[in-house]
Nanobody, 114 residues
Framework: VQLQASGGGLVQAGGSLRLSCAASGIVFSLNDMSWFRQAPGKQRELVAVITSGGLTNYADSVGGRFTVSRDNAKGTMYLQMNSLKPEDTGVYYC?????????WGQGTEVTVSS
């Protein structure tokens, strides 16, 4: 199983970024997928979840600004991030769990300047 996150970068506050997570080695359409992030000096936190059926849930801190989506044909999950704030800075990881085994992507770094 491989999860390859990409799309991070440096952006000014108020800007937008779109992250991608390409999955391989799994039947992507059957798996719930998540985005986590870890800010410098802080614990990793859940940002967004999208179920295999397309239901979504968000952390309170990003609700209304971030949108998670998936393209099952491409085996890819996305995170559209709008109205970015400096506190959104961190490394973003994609995640899935299969039969109690956790899989993490390598992370993509997002830096939001004020």
């Amino acid at each position: 199983v491989q999860l390859q996150a990409s799309g991070g970068g440096l952006v000014q506050a108020g800007g937008s970024l779109r992250l991608s997570c390409a999955a391989s080695g799994i039947v992507f359409s059957l798996n719930d997928m998540s985005w986590f992030r870890q800010a410098p000096g802080k614990q990793r936190e859940l940002v967004a979840v999208i179920t295999s059926g397309g239901l979504t849930n968000y952390a309170d801190s990003v609700g209304g600004r971030f949108t998670v989506s998936r393209d099952n044909a491409k085996g890819t999950m996305y995170l559209q991030m709008n109205s970015l704030k400096p506190e959104d800075t961190g490394v973003y990881y994609c995640y899935t769990r299969i039969r109690k085994v956790e899989f993490w992507g390598q992370g993509t770094e997002v830096t939001v300047s004020s």
